[in-house]
């Protein structure tokens, strides 16, 4: 069974700190994901990988950065925390092709940005 | 860019009934549409997805339709039990891209 797993449930941060989360999955998918999650809007996506050390925005990738130095971790970077990215976080991955196959999620990390 | 959208953002059905969320979407290249599952505290799971060169799907309770000329697609759950009680996710991609675009959520409450 795939297992992606992120470093904290719950975190809670000051505004203008730097802020890591991380993600590991353990089924050597090449497409990783971060997701960010809010009431009424889905799941918006904030940047994805394809490989390592390749990434591609999504759809607001403002305020946010991310690190793919190997193929199972894939790390999202907040450089400057701020009130409006308190959210729940949400890393996936996935295998290719890509419609072969089904998103695989994390359990999410709260972060309350104060 | 994907531009998906879905109704109701929350339904509340009585056990034994049916529920069906609907879903629009706007890129008429997606061929690929996903529902995911999210139950309380817990990660979102996908549940049934559907293709363009099928119109519909089923399993067991639950099953998908997909219209490609209007861009809709419905997910229809029949017999509704309490544990179906979860928020769903509908979501669209195409194959030029590894983006899925997902809709807002409905929350689903089946009374007991």
């Known amino acids: 069974d795939v297992k992606v797993t992120q470093s904290s449930r719950y975190l809670v941060k000051r505004t203008g700190e730097k802020v890591f989360l991380e993600c590991v999955q353990d089924m050597d998918h090449e497409n990783m994901f971060w997701y960010r999650q809010d009431p009424g809007l889905g799941l918006r996506l904030i940047y994805f990988s394809y490989d390592v050390k390749m990434k591609e925005k999504g759809d607001i990738p403002e305020g946010y950065s991310v690190s793919r130095e190997k193929k199972e971790r894939f790390s999202l970077i907040l450089e400057s925390a701020s009130t409006n990215q308190t959210s729940m976080y949400l890393c996936?991955?996935?295998?290719?092709?890509?419609?072969?196959?089904?998103?695989?999620f994390g359990n999410g990390t709260r972060l309350t940005v104060t | 860019g994907e531009n998906v959208e879905q109704h109701p953002s929350t339904l509340s059905v009585q056990e034994g009934d049916s529920a069906v969320i609907k879903c629009t979407y706007s890129?008429?290249?997606?061929?690929?549409f996903p529902w995911y599952k999210q139950e309380l505290g817990k990660r979102p799971q996908l549940i049934i997805d559907?293709?363009?060169?099928?119109g519909e799907k089923k399993d067991q309770r639950i099953a998908v339709t997909l219209n490609k000329t209007a861009k809709h697609f419905s997910l229809h759950i029949t017999e509704t039990q309490p544990e179906d009680s979860a928020v769903y996710f509908c979501?669209?991609?195409?194959?030029?891209?590894?983006?899925?675009?997902f809709g807002g959520g409905t929350r689903l409450m089946v009374k007991p």
């Open positions: 979501a669209a991609s195409n194959n030029a891209g590894n983006m899925l675009t």
């Open positions: 996936a991955s996935r295998r290719r092709p890509v419609n072969e196959s089904p998103l695989h």
């Open positions: 890129d008429s290249a997606s061929n690929y």
């Open positions: 559907i293709r363009s060169n099928v």
